[in-house]
């Protein structure tokens, strides 16, 4: 009974422990140049970006969106040909890729000018073997050495600039005593805390050393080493997490019989292993190279150990369950044969098949073994890997290692070769499931210091391309050998904004060669250099741009996002256009009032709104609103006893945008702060159970979050219960609007600056606060959710909110109405939340004043005839004091017509006084 609950407890903490650490399902693209934008797809992920540690082999990437699901990250420089690592900072657990992502680049090859002559660093004697990452976190790959003699390692920090490889680009070693006869090492994040830990095996010590990493950017350090007991002779170590429990364990291979592996039991700043667990190997296998891969494709790390005594490779099946390494969590060994006497090997898909083949050394077979994995799910037989076909190498193979050096997305073969004191790269032709005579091309040599051991590629000065280090055992040196640069990458930025209708203007710079512009096709653009001006855009378009010279690079794509503009206002005038000097009129847009409501903390100012069936949300909805506020625990709006808390500065967080859930008791907050005393744009969307904030339209940060429902007020704000009644807005407020609907990010962004319909769907209330007066707001929605005035919240008109903001120029006046005294044109422009704007003009003219016509006897007597009097030709104003006598027919045409005392008219005179026209 006691045995059935024990394996009980252990399932259960198994699945727990499964459904914590993250898992890796899949991520796109799967290969690109550096600085390509990969969206890794799981689960598990911290959905705060900055508490997510990604890693693409040897360099941290910069991750800019994060989920729970989704992550968003930039292939960082210095990636290299290992699996993407993700760890959640918040529980120290990792998830891992099953392949790497492929770093490719244009205009790449292998030729003897590929790589630059040798420059060589000092190590010490005898150095073995290496590992390569960036340990102190600068963005740059590191150098760690294991010296066999000298009994430490030496850690060569990059200071490389981009381009350069000479005698400073790395500071001068770092030797940290180790146990007895240091042979081998690995490199990565052993418990958890984001940094690269070293691991290293002590032969002749029977132990492996594991110092954990504390450096800082730009200065590297290593706490006291931590030693745990191995077998005799360790040679090999490999880190992989092999009982998927999100925690990186070490694999040992050794002189003797078996195999070892420890299971991984450390915390953030805390290195802790179980006891070793032995798998037994062959008798006389002397194994000095270890390594793991998912060589038959059933989700697990199996592991591969060469037996150099026996010239064969051993794959042992992973058969853990999860969170747990016992006896029987691998397969007993399958032994494949290799040429004489392996030294090591290499793991990569060679040929192209999604399939992880191997690359044997042969020290004293001067060759190469590459074995084609033929494996199918869940079995590793003698079927698994097909015949080993070996190449010829230089004298003493002594490792291979598997990478693409020109960037054609294959991957390429290096041999180390001991006795010729040179690396060779055999360049990758192969096609899918064939590895023959024609799968590499015919090798180049390099001349590295005498007697080369091993080597590691990746980019070690930041040019994106690969750079060799080789380790010596006999010169006590590293010599790295640079990658031509011949073009690179533009610079250019990847992703830009125009309005439609509008050009956009995108610009690039070349380190080398010539900026040329390309369509969506690849057809060249007849427009070279620097910036590149579109046509006018209707739509969101892409284009393509590169650097040129003797050689291209790869493209780079631009993405042009066009967005809407609003539409345009629409203008009238209180009167005439054209008027008198002196005179004026009014131009009004259709915008109407805009006022905006001030809440003042210290005299508990905040609205009630009676309880509705409509207030009550569940799974979806979305709050948003404009705020100018001070001070902390500033409520924007509650609902009955915190079942839907909106905040500012709660718990004076850094003004951070918080809101609360009430069935944990626990606030969650934006991932950016809200600026105080500025109008700042605010909403929360609810989606299922995740939370997002936005701040002026941009997306800061995600939380899990369960909504309540009661039949208590809305109070807005003010917190609600009674034994509170605090924490109210101090500050003004506008347009705050409740949705029971998720709203999308683009409406967010295409609404935030304008009001919207009242009958929008999904709109359950909706505070224009434009009624400028009273002491009640009304629920423009017509759901009836009303507020009404707790002390006196005190109106601001007009409000000083970008809502419907008219500016007209000249003169940048921000109101939805002008008074205009002088003749021009004048503009009223409305912009949105993706800063668009659309302008409508009117032209106001003024005329001069007309001088008086005075009529006065008896000059303007008349007596016969037909005559018309005009003041002007804008008809001023006739003061008649005549008198008009006889037949005559006298019209008097003016603005207005002044008749004196005294006047006299006989029959026949017209009077006219017309509109228009000064006085």
Not at 331 to 347: C, E, H, M, Q
């Amino acid at each position: 009974m006691k045995k059935n609950i024990y394996l009980f407890l252990v399932i259960l903490l198994s699945l727990q422990i499964q459904a914590q650490r993250p898992n890796i399902t899949y991520f796109s693209p799967t290969s690109g140049p550096i600085g390509s934008t990969v969206t890794i797809t799981g689960t598990n992920f911290n959905s705060t970006a900055i508490q997510n540690v990604v890693y693409f082999g040897a360099t941290k990437a910069t991750v800019s969106v994060a989920s729970s699901t989704s992550l968003t990250v930039t292939v960082p420089v210095g990636a290299t040909n290992q699996p993407i690592s993700v760890l959640n900072t918040s529980n120290g657990l990792f998830g891992y890729a099953v392949k790497p992502f492929h770093v490719t680049f244009t205009g790449g090859s292998v030729a003897s000018s590929t790589f630059e002559t040798k420059v060589d660093f000092g190590a010490n004697t005898e150095s073995l073997n290496m590992a390569t990452g960036d340990l102190d976190g600068d963005g740059k790959t590191d150098m760690v050495t294991v010296n066999f003699s000298a009994g430490n390692i030496s850690i060569l920090r990059n200071t490389s600039t981009a381009g350069t490889i000479n005698s400073g680009s790395f500071a001068s070693k770092i030797d940290i005593s180790t146990g007895t006869n240091p042979r081998g090492i690995a490199i990565g994040d052993v418990d958890g805390d984001g940094k690269l830990d070293l691991v290293v095996t002590n032969f002749n010590s029977s132990t492996i050393s594991i110092l954990r990493n504390t450096s800082s950017i730009g200065f590297i350090s290593f706490a006291t080493k931590v030693d745990f007991a191995t077998n005799t002779g360790p040679r090999s170590v490999c880190i992989a997490d092999f009982d998927s429990d999100g925690k990186p364990d070490l694999a040992i291979a050794h002189s003797n019989i078996n195999m070892s592996v420890f299971k991984n039991t450390s915390t953030s700043g805390s290195i802790s292993f179980n006891a070793k667990v032995d798998f037994g190997l062959t008798a006389g296998n002397n194994s000095t190279y270890i390594g793991s891969a998912d060589f038959d494709g059933d989700g697990k790390l199996d592991i591969a150990v060469n037996n150099n005594g026996l010239s064969t490779v051993s794959i042992l099946r992973n058969t853990t369950t999860s969170g747990t390494i016992d006896a029987s969590s691998f397969a007993a060994k399958v032994d494949f044969n290799t040429g004489a006497l392996p030294f090591g090997f290499s793991i990569g898909d060679i040929d192209g098949d999604n399939k992880a083949d191997l690359a044997v050394a042969n020290f004293t077979g001067n060759s190469m073994s590459i074995l084609r994995n033929t494996a199918t799910s869940g079995t590793i037989d003698a079927n698994s890997f097909a015949a080993k076909f070996d190449i010829a190498t230089g004298t003493s193979c002594s490792a291979t290692n598997l990478a693409d050096i020109d960037g054609d997305g294959k991957l390429d073969l290096l041999a180390v070769n001991l006795g010729t004191n040179t690396v060779s790269i055999y360049r990758n032709t192969a096609t899918s499931g064939i590895i023959d005579a024609g799968s590499f091309a015919a090798k180049v040599d390099f001349t590295t210091a005498t007697g080369p051991r091993f080597v590691c590629i990746g980019d070690l000065d930041g040019d994106n391309r690969p750079d060799l280090a080789v380790t010596t055992q006999t010169s006590n040196v590293v010599s790295v050998l640079r990658y031509v640069e011949v073009i690179s990458i533009p610079t250019v930025a990847t992703t830009q904004t125009t309005c439609i209708g509008n050009t956009a203007s995108l610009s690039a710079t070349c380190a080398v060669g010539t900026v040329n512009w390309y369509d969506y096709l690849g057809v060249a653009i007849p427009f070279v250099g620097s910036p590149f001006v579109t046509p006018v855009l209707t739509a969101n378009s892409l284009y393509k741009v590169r650097c040129e010279g003797l050689t291209t690079s790869a493209f780079v794509d631009v993405w042009v996002t066009v967005n809407p503009k609003p539409t345009a206002p629409t203008i009238t005038a209180s009167g005439p256009t054209t008027f008198c000097s002196g005179g004026s009129v009014t131009l009004n847009s259709n915008m109407g009032n805009n006022n905006a409501l001030n809440f003042a903390k210290v005299n508990s100012q905040y609205i009630t709104v009676p309880h509705s069936a409509s207030l009550n949300l569940t799974t979806s909805f979305t709050m948003e609103a404009w705020v100018n506020y001070s001070g902390s625990n500033v409520t924007i709006l509650d609902k009955g006893n915190y079942n839907y808390l909106w905040s500012l500065n709660t718990n004076g967080n850094g003004n951070k945008m918080g809101f609360y859930e009430l069935s944990t008791g626990t606030w969650k907050y934006s991932n950016d702060p809200v600026p105080q005393n500025t109008w700042t744009h605010v909403a929360i969307i609810l989606t299922g159970n995740t939370i997002f904030f936005f701040i002026n339209g941009l997306p800061s940060g995600a939380a899990s979050m369960t909504i309540s429902q009661d039949n208590q007020p809305l109070n807005i704000g003010r917190q609600q219960p009674t034994f509170c009644a605090c924490n109210h807005f101090n500050g003004t407020m506008d347009e705050l609007r409740i949705w029971n609907v998720a709203r999308t990010y683009e409406e967010i962004i295409d609404h935030k600056n304008k009001t919207v319909p009242t009958n929008s769907a999904g709109l359950i209330a909706y505070y224009k606060f434009d009624e400028g007066t009273g002491t009640t707001t009304a629920d423009a929605s017509g759901n009836g959710n009303n507020g009404t005035f707790v002390n006196n919240p005190t109106w601001q008109v007009p409000a000083t909110s970008p809502v419907n903001q008219i500016v007209w120029s000249p003169g940048g006046a921000i109101t939805p109405s002008l008074t205009i005294t002088s003749a021009g044109t004048y503009t009223a422009t409305l912009t949105n939340g993706y800063g668009c704007s659309s302008s409508t003009s009117i032209t106001v003219n003024t005329g001069s004043n007309a001088a008086l016509v005075n009529l006065t006897s008896p000059t303007d007597d008349y007596s016969s005839g037909t005559t018309l009097k005009t003041a002007s030709s804008v008809n001023g104003k006739i003061t008649a004091t005549n008198k008009v006598t006889g037949t005559v027919k006298v019209d008097y045409r003016a603005k207005s017509v002044e008749l004196n005392a005294g006047f006299r008219a006989d029959g026949g005179t017209v009077f006219s006084a017309a509109i228009g026209g000064c006085n």
